[in-house]
């Protein structure tokens, strides 16, 4: 059998002697039993394979596995341990119900795909060596002859050669409810699809009337029904858009109620930590580092995952220090240069945060470091560079999801990633290329000071002060050390008066972690903020929470800005409903005037800071 008559997928547009010729088949012998058997070792058996289906408990299991769930249930854990049965118990429920709703729908695709293997057939009749013999439908090859009569099932896919009064019925395939006529001797484009395809008969179709003799096309995986078992195993795999939100959204979730937990979190230098197999966010800006209780336990953590990983493009080969051993410099002499105006000026912080970060600033003086005021660039330079670049990236990660559903997103994401829309290819480098100058300014302070310190976050705000307008009106705190790409590290400096935890950030100099690490290792031997636990009382009435709701405000735009609006987001693919829009208009206004600023004055020869480089290896 030629290779590439096995590759030929257009059978239904061949006349009858052609395809035989292709396949070498007799229309009054058949194949040769010898000539059967050496294609059945060459192309395997006429079988749709099936995966290993998972055991019933492998399948409740697969449901815990998310982020958020695992935080829910942690947060389940310490409500039992606080006698929260009600809490704990809502909790309990909302998994179990979300368990439930993963499991069914992961068993009926596992029933579905065992349904389309029961459509095959187990024997065929056939003629080979000139003879009318009956053989298992799995021993069936490409060049076989099959005899289809009324009442049989079609044993593999096949190109008719002869037919008299043939229907067929091809409900299992294409969903057709009544027989189809079929007649070898149609004339067919190349282009016809299966439901037209009157020459072809197909694996797990039904002979209603008639007769046919059929040449064995594809059998197994190559048939069209194998192609759908394949496409069906892999529906448990495959990640909704939703999906991968809910994800990205714990994670990050984690992260911010981390570092108003009172918990200490490292983010390495740029290019120290492996992002290889992270979902992206911002191939720009992304960072992976270790959270723990101590800055002690984050340089364990830190050494076991810091390295070169050729796996991901934005690793750097740097000499990996002992980051524990660096620990027991102490404060003693370090140079700390302190961004009074980040939390003073830019973000002003609350009253009892400032207090926090002042006697920390005090702390580290008595520690015998030379502390001083400096300042850097505002806030608000950072925040412009960032979300031009950042938004950018993400909107095209999710672009095609974005245009082909963009309701299975949800309203913060939405709010947040569609008015990328409205950066142009120059924004995007503008924007770095301002960056590059952003890091550049930066190294006067790395050559000043060994450490900067300025504000964490601050007492956690109410649930429903959540305005997704913000994200593109106010920095965050840890936006400067980012854009930066410094290593910076949020350790807790103290606790407000209703027992939120408050937390300050030390940044270092790129590649320089174990300073960082140092400084606030020497911070928490000094004090015990980091080995406090909240005042949680059993019984303790919990304040209410009354989210007002985050829907998108009327837009107030001139028609001009309207109508560059609504082009940008037609012209990017984006089809958008009423309220889709209403999400975009909201924010599009800070879109525009962010990328109206990132264009500043400089030289044309002026560099992205995103520039290939060959590495050495």
């Known amino acids: 059998?030629?290779?590439?008559?096995?590759?030929?997928?257009?059978?239904?547009?061949?006349?009858?002697?052609?395809?035989?010729?292709?396949?070498?088949?007799?229309?009054?012998?058949?194949?040769?039993?010898a000539e059967a058997a050496r294609r059945l070792a060459q192309v395997g058996p006429n079988r749709i394979a099936g995966q290993e289906e998972p055991s019933l408990g492998r399948l409740a299991a697969r449901q815990f596995r998310s982020v958020v769930v695992l935080l829910l249930l942690a947060a389940s854990g310490i409500a039992l341990g606080l006698g929260e049965w009600l809490e704990a118990g809502a909790i309990l429920m909302a998994l179990l119900l979300n368990a439930a709703i993963g499991f069914a729908t992961e068993w009926r695709?596992?029933?579905?795909?065992?349904?389309?293997?029961?459509?095959?057939?187990?024997?065929?009749?056939?003629?080979?060596?000139?003879?009318?013999?009956?053989?298992?439908?799995?021993?069936?090859?490409?060049?076989?002859?099959?005899?289809?009569?009324?009442?049989a099932h079609v044993p593999a896919d096949a190109r008719l050669i002869r037919s008299a009064g043939f229907q067929v019925a091809e409900a299992a395939l294409t969903g057709e409810s009544i027989p189809v006529d079929k007649d070898a001797e149609a004339a067919l484009r190349p282009d016809a699809p299966i439901a037209e395809r009157m020459t072809m008969v197909y694996?797990?179709?039904?002979?209603?009337?008639?007769?046919?003799?059929?040449?064995?096309?594809?059998?197994?995986?190559?048939?069209?029904?194998?192609?759908?078992?394949?496409?069906?195993?892999?529906?448990p795999h495959r990640e909704t858009p939703l999906e991968r939100e809910v994800e990205r959204l714990g994670r990050r979730l984690i992260v911010l109620a981390l570092a108003v937990c009172g918990v200490v979190g490292l983010m390495p230098t740029y290019g120290l930590?492996?992002?290889?197999?992270?979902?992206?966010?911002?191939?720009?800006?992304?960072?992976?580092?270790p959270m723990a209780r101590t800055a002690e336990d984050c340089a364990i953590l830190l050494q076991a995952i810091a390295g070169y990983d050729p796996g991901d493009a934005g690793s750097i080969e740097q000499p990996i220090p002992d980051y524990r051993a660096a620990l027991g410099g102490g404060a003693k002499g370090l140079r700390i240069?302190?961004?009074?105006?980040?939390?003073?000026?830019?973000?002003?912080?609350?009253?009892?945060?400032?207090?926090?970060?002042?006697?920390?600033?005090?702390?580290?003086?008595?520690?015998?470091?030379?502390?001083?005021?400096?300042r850097a660039r505002p806030m608000g330079d950072g925040l412009d560079i960032k979300i031009v670049i950042a938004e950018s990236e993400i909107f095209a990660i999710h672009h095609d999801n974005l245009v082909a559903r963009p309701g299975d997103f949800g309203r913060d994401f939405l709010g947040r990633v569609l008015p990328a829309c409205l950066f142009q290819a120059v924004d995007y480098v503008q924007a770095l290329r301002e960056h590059r100058r952003y890091m550049a300014e930066m190294?006067?302070?790395?050559?000043?000071?060994?450490?900067?310190?300025?504000?964490?976050?601050?007492?956690?705000?109410r649930l429903d002060a959540h305005r997704t307008p913000n994200f593109w009106q106010k920095s965050n705190v840890f936006t400067p050390s980012n854009v930066a790409r410094s290593p910076a590290l949020v350790l807790p400096c103290g606790f407000s008066r209703a027992g939120l935890?408050?937390?300050?950030?030390?940044?270092?100099?790129?590649?320089?972690?174990?300073?960082?690490?140092?400084?606030?290792?020497?911070?928490?031997?000094?004090?015990?903020?980091?080995?406090?636990?909240?005042?949680?009382?059993?019984?303790?009435?919990?304040?209410?929470?009354?989210?007002?709701?985050?829907?998108p405000a009327a837009a107030d735009l001139d028609a001009a800005t309207l109508g560059h609006v609504q082009h940008m987001a037609r012209r990017a693919g984006l089809r958008l409903n009423e309220r889709q829009m209403a999400i975009l208009l909201e924010t599009a206004p800070f879109a525009l005037a962010m990328a109206a600023r990132v264009h500043r004055p400089r030289d044309r020869m002026d560099e992205p800071s995103l520039v290939f480089r060959f590495t050495d290896r």
Not at 112 to 127: D, F, T
Not at 348 to 361: D, G, K, M, T, W
Not at 512 to 541: F, M, N
Request: glycine fraction near 10%; hydrophobic fraction near 45%; charged fraction near 20%.
């Open 337 to 374: 240069g302190v961004l009074r105006h980040y939390w003073e000026e830019d973000l002003p912080a609350h009253e009892e945060h400032r207090r926090a970060l002042e006697e920390a600033v005090a702390a580290f003086a008595g520690l015998g470091a030379r502390v001083e005021d400096c």
């Open 273 to 289: 930590v492996s992002r290889a197999g992270v979902i992206p966010n911002s191939f720009t800006f992304d960072h992976c580092g």
């Open 501 to 551: 935890p408050m937390g300050m950030q030390l940044i270092g100099r790129p590649f320089d972690d174990a300073t960082v690490l140092r400084a606030g290792h020497a911070y928490q031997a000094a004090t015990d903020w980091h080995r406090r636990r909240p005042d949680l009382a059993p019984g303790r009435p919990q304040p209410a929470v009354t989210p007002k709701g985050n829907e």
């Open 1 to 33: 059998m030629p290779p590439p008559s096995a590759l030929h997928r257009s059978w239904h547009a061949l006349d009858p002697k052609e395809a035989l010729g292709l396949l070498d088949g007799d229309a009054e012998r058949g194949l040769a039993s």
């Open 443 to 461: 190294k006067p302070l790395y050559a000043k000071y060994d450490v900067l310190l300025t504000c964490g976050m601050g007492p956690a705000p």
């Open 109 to 151: 695709a596992q029933r579905s795909l065992a349904a389309l293997r029961a459509l095959a057939v187990p024997r065929a009749i056939v003629r080979r060596d000139g003879q009318v013999s009956q053989v298992p439908a799995a021993a069936l090859v490409p060049g076989d002859l099959v005899i289809l009569e009324a009442g």
């Open 203 to 235: 694996l797990g179709t039904a002979v209603v009337a008639g007769s046919a003799l059929g040449l064995v096309t594809a059998t197994g995986q190559a048939t069209e029904l194998g192609r759908i078992g394949q496409l069906v195993a892999l529906v």
